[in-house]
């Protein structure tokens, strides 16, 4: 429902989620023949399945409501009310007032709480591992359904200036935390050293694997937008921005007789750890040139920057089982040409130069990107 008037505007609402899934894994092996080894596991008895309910408000609104002295003064505020029929209830919300402080000129401060509950797998996987020397099991499984959601809360403050000169910029600071994070774990028998598990093929140290909350994750930054008319027919547009932060694990037990790897480190989480940097986020920096000799034609050139950056890959020598270590990858920069021609009212046409040089470069560790291209577009509206 929404209700609006000059100085306001209101949003309320409410939704339902119903989520249901299945799994059935079947193993069949002959490795050691004449014996063979058959195992099935299905979801069908758990009945994995969740509702989500909420209920939110929105509203915009102008100071002018009040008197005329606060018509510069503006908020945007909103609140909802979740609830999960495992994970709980959970409320969220958003504080967003900006002042304009001069004709053009307008600061903004924003604060924010959200939540990412856990996800069906992650809540009900069944699977237990028993251990080969005869030891008994831990009795706990894959799945946690005393997993807690992952909660963050975000703040920003910025200043937008709208020149009647042909140009506007934004310049803002961020800060986000998200708590409670959700990890993949190892396992392993508590009452033998670290350095040791793993060792000796006559005793098995592994007690299986588990969805936990483990940390916290820390992003920060700046980031800065630059529009300029520079004459009629020629504009720039650049954008910069700089991310950093770092992850936080906490230490975690189980019970005295188990020890917990993360999966995404390989670190034992005995004492608190922190990591510097974070993964698949690198500084970027990205100017537009556009030139428009005619009407119905736009040429434009663009340069690319994204700075160094860590990311993930499998390390087998991260304990027993191995697990995820950080590699450096390298910063690239690309220059992307393209033409925009409305023939016209009905065709039209469009040519793109990507990767002019044919810069060789990874957004993702390990994945290829594509060089040099060329893309022709033509298209006929009726």
């Known amino acids: 429902a929404r209700y609006s008037g000059k100085k306001y505007l209101i949003t309320a ?6 989520e249901k899934m299945t799994q059935e894994t079947e193993v069949y092996s002959a490795l050691y023949a004449p014996f063979i080894y058959e195992s099935f596991t299905s979801l069908d008895t758990l009945d994995p399945k969740a509702t989500t309910t909420a209920y939110y408000i ?3 609104l102008n100071g002018g409501l009040i008197t005329s002295y606060l018509k510069y003064f503006n908020l ?3 609140f909802r009310f979740t609830h999960h029929s495992i994970v709980g209830n ?7 007032p900006s002042f304009q402080v001069a004709d053009n000129t307008m600061l903004y401060i924003s604060y924010s709480t959200g939540f990412t509950n856990p996800s069906l797998y992650q809540l009900y ?8 020397d005869g030891q008994p099991s831990s009795g706990l499984t894959r799945g946690n359904k005393s997993l807690l959601p992952e909660l963050s809360r975000s703040f920003e403050v910025g200043v937008k200036d709208r020149s009647t000169e042909g140009y506007d910029w934004t310049l803002s600071i961020f800060r986000s935390i998200s708590e ?11 009452t033998v050293a670290i350095d040791q598990l793993g060792s000796d093929f006559n005793r098995d140290d592994y007690r299986g694997d588990r969805y936990m909350n483990v940390g916290t994750m820390v992003a920060q930054g700046a980031e800065f937008t630059l529009n300029k008319e520079l004459t009629q027919t020629l504009s720039l547009s650049v954008t910069a921005s700089l991310v950093d932060g770092y992850m936080e694990f906490q230490s975690t037990t189980l019970d005295t007789a188990l020890q917990v790897q993360a999966f995404s480190t390989g670190t034992f989480l005995q004492d608190d750890v922190r990591y510097e940097g974070l993964v698949r986020r690198p500084s970027t920096f ?7 000799p005619h009407a119905s034609l736009v040429l434009g050139i663009q340069y690319s920057y994204a700075g160094r950056r860590g990311d993930v890959y499998y390390d087998s020598q991260l304990g027993p089982y191995g697990g995820l270590n950080t590699q450096s990858v390298g910063a690239y920069a690309l220059v992307d040409m393209d033409a925009h021609w409305s023939i016209n009212d009905h065709l039209a046409a469009s040519l793109q130069l990507e990767n002019l040089f044919d810069v060789k470069y990874q957004e993702i560790l390990g994945f290829r990107t594509r060089g040099r291209g060329v893309q022709l577009r033509v298209s006929y509206s009726f």
């Open 58 to 60: 929105h509203g915009d």
């Open 76 to 78: 945007m505020a909103g």
């Open 13 to 18: 609402g409410c939704s339902g989620l119903l």
């Open 90 to 96: 959970n409320s969220t919300f958003e504080f967003s």
């Open 125 to 132: 996987a069944p699977e237990t591992y028993l251990p080969y």
């Open 180 to 190: 409670q994070l959700i990890d993949y774990v190892y396992l392993w028998d508590g």
């Open 286 to 292: 990205r100017a537009r040139m556009s030139y428009v």
